[in-house]
């Protein structure tokens, strides 16, 4: 799998999976198939339905049943000393050739022990081959007495942990691992042998449940640090600003560097995560993406940057089945935009989520079967058998390596407890959990199996790791108060960012004239082998070339286009990624041109320069939830990648509203971890319909975090994003640049152009992006007559040179000012105070939009706008009613709506009466 050339000729980016080649069947193997073609068919049908009668539930609750398929007679298997050739059936470690009893007692072994293999659904049939190969053969495993001692020792010390929360802490809502802990081993053994398979850098994603037992006891992090939490202190040091707020320790995150025996220490990140079940999964692995591009020099030819990093994710089996988010996640995993080289998922599945047993909470047989919409092969684990977990684990990793997809462990279990100790799940459960109560902890069974078969040599040894470990964690209980939280933030590849104390930073962010120049044109040149469509040539090609050769009349297209490729130049990278965003929707940018005879993809971004950073065009499947997510987990791991999510129309950011609240909106106010993703989402009232018209403004500056009173010199005004509506090309170009130049990041949420790209006036000079110039939050009305205005008009995006227009047709220059406020938060206080004082004569203040009155930024402006206003005066809305629904489906009426706006905005009096219906 690697990165497609990158001299822009290609798809820049676009990785394809590993093929490994498993050994076909040789003459003699296929021999010896043909002339037992029956015991071929009892074999796979143990590969295929074995697992519907294994032993892998440690409650043996399971109404199970045995597949006909798996009785030997109806092959016409009758004689059990019949003996067969093994070579090309079935793998039996020593053997070449085996009875008809043995077979049968090794895939009973095998396929309906206490573990389960699905890979029959894989339709490449050299997988199927390998992992069948690898099930009939690592049932063998031998672990030395030290390996299994480990397990004890981790396995048991969990046990500890919860047994002292239970007893010392029983106020704490806390989420006990016990009848769990063999998911601990299956873990220990995945992150120790992905780094003796060279893994340097693990992301991981964890649950609640097994949050504290792993960064505690697996991963090494401090018991202090994390009892601090508990004990209502802060994760961060005390000099961190106020407006960090800190979150709950189910949710902490960790970097720590492990020896496990690979040639160099594994990193392992875990991921903060929001309470929303599952939501991390498609973060965490934009963030391995982004950290695999970082290790693209160290490639050779076979060691590729996804042998480097990898992620582990940890899912309880009621979320990983009901968050729709993981079936979108797994959507992503072959694409050659997202994939990562394979995830191993561990699912923590005590049959239970909460109250709803299993039967309630899914329609699949099988927590694990999601996978199977990707061809994901599982390995169901009986949680009381840790051997068999470890077993798994490895299976799972050499499976990831050698194909470079993602397989999953369903580690079927057991909950002893409540979903939280306070809870009595005798109420939901009560035979369960009368089975569970008289069922013998994980660890006591194993100890009792590792004493019988001498590895250790009687209980006290558990008894001892458990007694010394109780000490420990009383002391690290003790001592947290006084431990010394050191910071975590601003590391690494950010260390030459810092947190901000205002962000309202304005600053020059202009270019040479004759570098865009060039860059302008060479985003409308292509090589000279590649044909190109004769409708985009003259609409967009040769317009474009005209613009940037005369340096008038630009566009957002070569705006945005001269923004990105003046960032490469200045070694930055991008990655624009969403439905169709190569070609681009409303922003018609032709990033990447398909030559018309060959499909040749060129990109005329990526061949400006040889030490350019590199631009990454993506379009991507159609969901939001999952890649936008996925796109803010790569902004997270670097400040020098401009990551961009534009959505086909501003509204459909909203089926990914859960990863908009829960990470990019407070993302660093709850983890102190910054993110510059830019969300692109077409604005606009054209008569197109409820759904397609508003990209709900409203509901990002609900989300912002601007203090409501500006007038306070003492509230600082470090917002968590910005919200801008640039009503010019040069506006957004800026505004795009500043997202890189800054020393620090924030989210960006462009209220993106629609019709705008089509509106004469909405266009800029080259001068317009000068060295110079900047990002102007609010725009002066150049051409009213300051002394004789009578009324100030606040307006945003395309209204205002409707407004304009209007203006002129009514020739009312001289009595209103058009104020366009291009961003909306931080709310720009100082520029609009200078607005306001600008017009000595106004008497009237209208915030005019063409949004219903219950959206846009109306109630925002109005709050903090008044505040500015002569205190005599208050601002007026102009603006479409209230409405359940932010446009009217019906075009006629759209218009006569869009008129009114005019006339109201247009119609001077302090006492006229609202045209519209509010
Ligand atoms: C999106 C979302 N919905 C609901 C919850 C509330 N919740 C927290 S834990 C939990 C149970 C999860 O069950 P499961 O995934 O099986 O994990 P378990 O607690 O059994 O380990 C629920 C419903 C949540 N955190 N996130
Ligand atoms: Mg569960």
């Not at 074995?50 to 409650?59: T, V």
């Not at 707020?245 to 040639?263: E, R, T």
């Not at 150049?782 to 945003?796: C, D, G, P, W, Y």
Request: charged share 20%; with cysteine; glycine share 6%.
């Amino acid at each position: 799998m690697t990165i497609s050339n990158s001299n822009g000729s290609s798809f820049y980016g676009a990785r394809s999976a590993r093929r490994a080649t498993v050994k076909e069947f040789s003459k003699s193997e296929i021999a010896n198939r043909i002339q037992n073609s029956n015991l071929v068919r009892l074999v796979d049908a143990y590969r295929s339905f074995g697992h519907k009668c294994a032993s892998i539930d440690p409650l043996n609750m399971w109404h199970q049943s045995r597949d006909a398929s798996l009785d030997p007679s109806t092959y016409g298997l009758d004689d059990p000393q019949a003996e067969y050739q093994l070579e090309g059936i079935v793998s039996m470690k020593g053997l070449s050739k085996a009875t008809l009893a043995q077979i049968i007692e090794h895939l009973e072994n095998v396929y309906c022990g206490h573990m389960a293999f699905e890979f029959m659904h894989i339709t490449d049939d050299s997988l199927r081959r390998w992992f069948a190969s690898q099930a009939e053969t690592c049932i063998d495993t031998n672990f030395s007495k030290e390996e299994k001692y480990k397990f004890l020792e981790l396995m048991a010390r969990s046990e500890t942990f919860d047994h002292y929360m239970m007893r010392e802490c029983g106020h704490q809502k806390q989420f006990s691992l016990e009848g769990s802990e063999s998911a601990l081993v299956a873990l220990q053994q995945v992150l120790e042998h992905s780094s003796k398979a060279g893994v340097l850098e693990v992301v991981m994603c964890l649950t609640h449940r097994c949050r504290m037992q792993i960064m505690m006891e697996l991963l090494g992090v401090p018991k202090d640090s994390l009892f601090r939490k508990f004990q209502g202190l802060s994760e961060f040091p005390d000099e961190i600003p106020s407006h960090i707020i800190g979150d709950l320790v189910y949710n902490a995150q960790a970097s720590v560097d492990l020896n496990l025996g690979g040639k160099h220490p594994l990193h392992v990140s875990v991921v903060p995560n929001p309470c929303h079940l599952e939501l991390v999964n498609p973060v965490a692995l934009g963030k391995v993406r982004a950290k695999q591009e970082d290790y693209l020099s160290l490639e050779t030819d076979d060691y590729k940057v996804e042998d480097m990093v990898m992620s582990v994710q940890m899912h309880g089996d009621g979320g990983f089945t009901g968050q729709g988010v993981v079936t979108e996640t797994f959507g992503l995993t072959n694409l050659p935009h997202f994939t990562t080289g394979g995830t191993v998922h561990i699912v923590l599945n005590n049959q239970v989520s909460v109250t709803t047993d299993s039967a309630n909470g899914r329609s699949t047989t099988y927590s694990s079967d999601i996978g199977k919409m990707v061809e994901i092969p599982a390995i169901h684990v009986n949680g009381d058998h840790p051997e068999m977990a470890a077993i798994a684990a490895r299976i799972a990793v050499n499976y990831r390596k050698t194909f470079g997809k993602d397989i999953i462990i369903d580690m079927i279990t057991y909950r002893r407890h409540g979903h939280h100790e306070a809870e009595d799940p005798f109420c939901a459960q009560p035979l369960m959990y009368k089975e569970i109560q008289a069922h013998d902890s994980v660890i006591d069974l194993y100890t009792q199996h590792l004493v019988s078969e001498k590895a250790i040599d009687s209980v006290d040894v558990k008894n001892n790791i458990k007694a010394s470990h109780d000490a420990h964690i009383a002391s690290c209980y003790r001592n947290a108060p006084k431990y010394q939280v050191q910071p975590s933030h601003l590391l690494g590849k950010w260390r030459s960012m810092v947190i901000p104390l205002e962000s309202t930073c304005k600053m020059d962010t202009g270019v040479d004239p004759s570098i865009l120049r060039s860059i302008g044109i060479r985003a409308v040149t292509v090589a000279k082998d590649i044909v190109l469509n004769e409708k985009m040539q003259k609409l967009n090609i040769d317009t474009r070339m005209e613009q940037m050769k005369e340096g008038k009349k630009i566009g957002y297209a070569s705006a945005e286009a001269m923004a990105i490729g003046s960032l490469l130049l200045e070694g930055h990278h991008a990655r624009i990624c969403g439905q169709d965003v190569a070609r681009g929707v409303f922003i018609p940018r032709h990033a990447m041109i398909n030559c018309q005879q060959t499909n040749t993809k060129y990109t005329p971004l990526n061949n400006l320069s040889s030490t350019q950073g590199k631009l990454e065009l993506v379009d991507s499947p159609l969901g939001e939830l999952a890649v936008m997510s996925y796109e803010y987990g790569m902004s997270l791991e670097t400040p020098n990648r401009l990551n961009m999510w534009e959505a086909q129309l501003g509204d459909f950011f909203n089926s990914a509203q859960e990863v908009i609240d829960s990470f990019i909106s407070g993302g660093e106010e709850k983890w102190l971890r910054q993110s510059g993703l830019v969300l692109v989402l077409p604005h606009g009232y054209e008569g197109a319909g409820p759904e397609h018209t508003s990209c709900r403004i409203e509901r990002f500056l609900q989300l912002s975090s601007d203090r409501f009173n500006v007038t306070d010199p003492n509230v600082s005004n470090n917002v968590n994003w910005h919200v801008v509506n640039c009503s010019t090309p040069a506006q957004y170009f800026h505004v795009l640049r500043r997202q890189m130049k800054r020393n620090y990041r924030k989210p960006l949420i462009v209220v993106g152009p629609k019709r705008l790209t089509r509106i004469p006036k909405a266009v800029s000079d080259l001068d317009d992006f000068a060295p110079g110039t900047s990002f102007q939050p609010v725009i002066s009305d150049m051409e009213a007559n300051k002394l004789s205005v009578r009324r100030v008009i606040f307006v945003s995006g395309k209204l205002y040179y409707e407004l304009l227009e209007e203006r002129a047709k009514k020739e009312m220059v001289d009595q209103v000012a058009l104020i366009r406020v291009e961003e909306y938060s931080p709310f720009p206080k100082e520029d609009l105070e200078a607005e306001i004082s600008k017009y000595p004569s106004a008497s009237e203040f209208v915030w005019c939009q063409e949004e219903t009155q219950n959206g846009g930024a109306w109630y925002f402006m109005e709050s903090r706008l008044n505040q500015l206003l002569p205190s005599q005066h208050k601002l007026k809305y102009v603006g479409r009613a209230t409405c359940a629904a932010p446009a009217n489906g019906i075009y006629v009426k759209h218009l006569a709506e869009q008129k009114q706006i005019y006339e109201e905005a247009l119609t001077l009096s302090s006492a006229q009466h609202s045209l519209l219906p509010h």
